[in-house]
């Protein structure tokens, strides 16, 4: 859970994940990525159900901050 000052409370459990980039299954389409991440660990990171989130994307790297 997030503070009031919206940052996490207490340590995170791993600090990283690992992932496999997909694609859309209903899409049709297997060229279109897709990128799925749960746990509890996103909200040991300050993220909460129905928040907002902010994507900053780079070459090669996505950047996702709370609170957006």
Known sequence: MAGHDGKPEGKISKTERRCIVGY???GGDRSTPQLSIAGRWLA???FETGQAVTVRVE???LTLTAGG
Do not use: H, Q
Request: contains cysteine; aromatic residues 0%.
């Open 59 to 61: 070459a090669g790297c």
């Open 44 to 46: 040991e990171a300050g």
């Open 24 to 26: 859309r299954p209903k």
